[in-house]
Nanobody
């Protein structure tokens, strides 16, 4: 079974940058898409970004132009580089393996990481 572990969460000032990483226990990144989701207090979990097995990214409108998703297949690692952070980005960020694009939306896959907290101070 696939196990995912996120790293890199923490406290950052508004306008700053932060990088997250997610390591998979299985060499799967060349086969399936990967995604990042986030959940703020009192809110539903929402899509942040996805990257296909071939490396094509997709982003939520709220992060487009500020966040970059990338991966290193050999290291079984997917990254999320976040810039120009604001308080609205405060959330627990979750890595997800094998999201599927269905009926015009990315549906999360079956595998989730434990989450990592990102807090943006003003």
């Amino acid at each position: 079974q696939v196990q995912l572990v996120e790293y890199g969460g923490g406290l950052v000032q508004a306008g700053g940058s932060l990088g997250l990483s997610c390591v998979s226990s299985v060499n799967i990144l060349s086969i399936v898409p990967m995604g990042w989701y986030r959940q703020a207090p009192g809110k539903r979990r929402e899509l942040v970004a996805t990257i296909t097995s071939g490396g094509l990214p997709d982003y939520a409108d709220s992060v487009k132009g500020r966040f970059t998703i990338s991966k290193d297949n050999a290291k079984n690692t997917v990254f999320l580089q976040m810039t120009t952070l604001g308080p609205e980005d405060t959330a627990v960020y979750y890595c997800n393996a094998d999201p599927r694009f269905e009926q015009g939306v990315w549906v999360p896959g079956r595998y989730w990481g434990q989450g990592t907290q990102v807090t943006v101070s003003v």
